[in-house]
C-alpha cells in the first residue's frame, strides 16, 4: 500500500508539467457532470431553471470542488513557491532600495523563528474591499482596572501591557445611537455584532454564522450588492418586515448562484424573514476578525430584543464610523466623549474613557495581542510596527498589487475549516475565494503598493 | 477536523471503488448517483466530493481513467476499476468483514452457554 501512496506522489509531481491540462480537463469533467445531472432532471419533469438549479445544489460549490481538486493535483506548495520566488526575484530586481529593506525584514523575521498568525492577511485582505478603508474608525474605550462597565457580551476586551488599562470595543445600543444621532465628525455610523442563527431554508436546517447590523452598516462600509440589495436604515423601523442579506458564499451553496433566492422566505430561530440581497464574493461578509458570517438581519426590536435597544448596561454591539474627508480620529473622540459618558453606567462612563482607532492600527494591535495569547511568544516588534505602516500605506494605494510568497499555508486560515481569501495571484487585483482547511502557522504578511514583502519562516 | 474528513474521504473512496466492481466502468456522475441510491438515500452527499476522491484513487493506481464520447457530441470520463483496485477492494471489505464480526460478538446480548 505505501507503494500506492509513492505512485501518488510521482504523479502529482508529474503533474505539475500538465497543470493547464489537467485544469481544462476536469472543468470539462464538471460541465458533463452538470450537463448530465440536467437532463435526468428534466427527464424527471423539472423545468429547465429547476433542473439547473438543482443539479447545482446538489453538485456543492463550483468554486470549492475546483480548489479541492487543484489541491490534490500537482504538489500546491511547491509550484506556488517556485512561482512567487520567481515573482518576488524579479521585482526586487526593479526595486533595489525596497530589497535592502525587504531583505532585512526577511531576515528579521526568520532569524526570529516567530510563528505569527495569519490574523494579519486575513484582516489586511478583508479591509481591501469595502471603500477607502483608511477612512473607517473604530469605536473603542479604555478603562482602568477598577472601572465598572456592565455586561459585556462581545467585541474584544484586553489589558494594555504598556499602560495597565483595559482596552474594549463593545458598547450598548443607546451609546451607538447617541454617537449616531450627534456626530458630526462622521459620515456614516454603524454597529454590527456576531451571532449564532438556526437557519431552516426547505426543509434543511443548519446552524450558520450571521451577524446584526444597523442601517448605515452596507452604505457606510461601500458594498454594493451583487444581487438584490442591501440592508438600508429603513429596514431597522419596528414596522419593517424581517429582511436578511446573505454572503455569496451562502448564495453559492445553498441555492447554486440562482438569482430566485432573492425574496425567498427562510427561517431564521424560527422566524420568518426575506432574502433581499447577496454580498459581492470579495466581501466576506462581516467585520469581526475571524468571522465571515452566511447572513446577516438588520437590529431591529424583533431581531435583538426591546431591552437590549435600551439598556445602557448591556454592552455588546462595536461600532465604526466612517471620517468625513480632511477629519482627524481625536475630533471624533472630542466631539462623542460626553455622549458616551452620559449613557455608561452610572452616567460617568463607570471610569471609561472613549477612544477610537483606525481600522487599520486597531486591527494590528489585536493581532499582536492575538498572537502573544496564542504563542506566548516573543515576537518582532519592530516587524509588527513596518507592518502596520505597510498596512496603513497600502490602504490608500488605489490599485493593490500583491507581491508575496504564496506558500500554500499563507491561504490557510486559522479556526478550522472556513471559506478563506487567497491573496490574489501576481496581476490579479481581487482576491479569490478559496476553500480552507487547518490552521499553519506559516504566515506572509504583505502590503500592496509599496511593494513591502514579510516573509515569517515557521 | 482533517482526521474526519481523511476517515470520510476514505470511506468515499472505497465505495467508489465498490460500485466500479458492481456497475463496470462509469463517469463520476453515475458513481456519485449510484453511491446514493445504494445507501437508500440515506447517504445526501454533495456530488462534487467525489471528484478529488476519485482523482486520488487515480494517482494510487488503484483505478484508471479514459475518455469516451458518449451521446450528443459530448465526451465523458469514465472510471474502471484497475488490477490493484480489485485487490485493495478485497483487502478491505475483508478487513471490514472482520471488523464487522468482531464487533458484533461484543455487542450481541450475553448468552449462557
Known sequence: MRIRKIRGWFVRLFDIFHRARREREFAEELENHLAMHIEDNLRAGMSPEEA????????????QIKELHREQRGLPMLETFWQDLRFGWRTLRKNPGFTLVAALTLSLGIGANTALFSLADAVLLKTLPVENPEDLVLFQWTMGPNGVAGLIEGGTVEKDPATGLNRGTPFSYPAFAQFRAQSQTLSAVFAFAGVSLNVNLDGQAEIVSGQLVTGDFYSGLGVQAVAGRMITADDDQLAAAPVAVISYRFWERRFGLDPAAIGKTIQVNGSPCAIIGVTPPAFYGGLELGAAPDLTLPMTPLTIGQSKMTDAANWWLQVMGRLKP???????????????????????????????????????AEMESEERRRFGRRFVTELARLRLYAHHHAAREPAVRVDARLAGNARRFAGGAQTGWAAPRRGALAPEPIACHRADRDIVSLAGGNRFVCAHAP | MSEKTDVWQGTLALMALKTLEAMGPLHGYGIARRIE?????????NYGTIYPSLLKLEQEGYIASEWRASDNNRRAKYYKLTRAGRKRLAEETQKWETTTAILARFLAPPQES
Do not use: C, M, P, Y
Open chain 1, 326 to 364: 480632511g477629519v482627524q480620529e481625536t475630533a471624533v473622540r472630542a466631539e462623542l466623549e460626553r455622549a458616551f459618558q452620559q449613557t455608561a453606567v452610572g452616567g460617568d462612563g463607570g471610569g471609561a474613557r472613549l477612544g477610537t482607532g483606525l481600522v487599520g492600527e486597531r486591527v494590528a
Open chain 1, 52 to 63: 439547473r438549479r438543482q443539479a447545482l445544489i446538489k453538485l456543492g460549490g463550483v468554486t
Open chain 2, 37 to 45: 441510491q445504494i445507501s437508500e438515500n440515506k447517504l445526501s452527499i
